[in-house]
């Protein structure tokens, strides 16, 4: 018998998100019914809104998100009704040839929930990231679906879903950061910050926070930034080459996506430096640099999915840190809000003024 419950629905292209009645149908073999208690609201969202990832409307919005265990389909044996999880949009499939090859953060047929969630009328929802949790509840495929210690208050842990491990491992896994290095991070957003964190935690004697707004800087700091470059009247490029010997950074994460912020993380780098692109571009944008500057840089550019993180690996030692006061996940919260505020909540991301709304339900 399907649930009927309220949600966030992007109904067209650019219109305001629409809290609707939808049905969420009883999970069926290697699925899980999960009551949503906390959804931070992320720029993957309004990009999905905007039409700007896909033209599958309507969407069920919301993918960053920590809840409860409702209800198991058959086959699942590693969650029971009233765990406490954090939805991951990547759950590896074990068999695709990345999986096989002991690379499961880059699975190549990650998995979701097989039925649909639909309107009353039964029009089928595409779920945002495959999650679609700005919703009292949603279904999901068991390996979306990551335990975690319940000490951790959803609003902070459901973070880790996206934006965090998103920022951190950018820093820690696909940057690999490691004890002396210098990193610049470019963009000081959730993710930003993020990278900033897991940078810190990694050892790096300098990281260097560069962004328009000198609000964010500060925030930048007390995520482990030493240093910080306000680029409207700066160039970054020169900013962060003063603060590293005249060399550049060993590792750059661009966490805007955007050519111009690409370009300057390009030439940002030390020589065989490491840049790593972590902020999600339009579909539109295109790159260009110069070949020669390609080959005689040397070093490594590198696109980071997700953090380049295992959920089930990497969630857990997240809350862990958090709960240890070793990972500052409450920092990234500005506000709570209701699903009704959303609206709201995008209109303050755009204008820069919060690090994360997060939708309690």
């Not at 896909?54 to 265990?69: C, K, R, S, W």
């Not at 097989?114 to 779920?127: F, N």
């Not at 303050?348 to 919060?354: A, L, N, T």
Request: hydrophobic content about 40%; aromatic content about 6%.
């Amino acid at each position: 018998m399907p649930y009927e419950v309220r949600a966030a629905v992007a109904v067209k292209k650019g219109a305001p998100a629409e809290v609707q009645t939808i049905l969420v149908p009883d999970p069926g073999p290697g699925e899980v019914l999960v009551a949503v208690q906390a959804c931070g609201v992320c720029h993957t969202d309004l990009h999905y809104r905007e039409g700007a990832i896909g033209d599958e409307f309507p969407y069920l919005l919301g993918h960053e998100a920590a809840g409860l265990v409702e209800a198991v389909g058959p086959g699942v044996r590693d969650l029971a009704p009233g765990d406490y999880v954090v939805l991951a949009w990547r759950a590896p499939c074990g068999q695709c040839r990345s999986c096989r090859r002991g690379r499961p953060w880059y699975c190549f047929d990650s998995r979701n929930a097989t039925q649909p969630m639909t309107l009353l009328d039964g029009t089928p929802l595409s779920a945002a990231l495959g999650i679609g949790a700005f919703a009292e509840k949603t279904l999901v495929a068991a390996g979306q679906a990551v335990k975690v210690d319940p000490a951790a208050r959803p609003e902070a842990a459901g973070l880790i879903g996206c934006g965090v491990m998103a920022g951190y491992g950018a820093a820690v896994h696909t940057g690999a950061v490691g004890s002396g290095d210098t990193v610049a991070v470019i963009g000081c957003g959730g993710v930003g910050n993020a990278a900033i964190a897991g940078a810190s935690r990694a050892g790096a004697r300098r990281v260097i926070a560069i962004d328009l707004d000198d609000g964010k800087l500060d925030a930048a700091e007390r995520f482990g930034a030493t240093d910080t470059v306000n680029s409207r009247g700066t160039d970054p490029v020169e900013a962060v080459r003063g603060l590293t010997g005249g060399h550049g950074a060993d590792v750059v994460i661009d966490a805007v996506g955007r050519p111009e912020t690409y370009t300057q993380a390009f030439y940002m780098r030390d020589l065989a430096g490491t840049l790593v692109q972590v902020g999600v571009p339009d579909p539109e944008m295109k790159i260009e640099l110069p070949l020669i500057d390609l080959f005689s840089r040397g070093g490594a550019l590198k696109s980071s999915w997700y953090g380049d993180c295992l959920p089930s690996r990497d969630f857990p030692v997240l809350i862990d840190l958090y709960l240890s006061g070793k990972l500052h996940l409450d920092r990234f919260v500005t506000e709570t809000i209701g699903l009704d505020d959303l609206e709201a909540a995008f209109a303050k991301m755009r204008r820069g003024e919060v690090l994360r709304s997060v939708v309690t339900l």
